[in-house]
């Protein structure tokens, strides 16, 4: 179960991807999380993915 508030999703999403995960569709594949849908969410509150950073900021 992944956080529902957004803030609490970014701080989630980002230390499983300094953690455990080296790229977004990692993530999303093994947690089977819709890629646009957590995009979108996270852009709702300014946040945007960076592929080199692999973080959201």
């Keep these: 179960m992944i956080p529902q508030d957004p803030m609490m999703l970014f701080s ?4 499983k991807l300094r953690d455990q995960y ?3 569709d990692a993530l999303c594949e ?7 849908n957590l995009l979108a969410t996270l852009a709702t ?3 945007e993915y960076s592929e080199e950073n692999n973080k959201f900021w």
């Design 12 to 15: 989630f999403i980002n230390m």
């Design 22 to 24: 080296p790229s977004l």
């Design 30 to 36: 093994d947690m089977d999380i819709d890629k646009e």
């Design 45 to 47: 509150v300014g946040f």
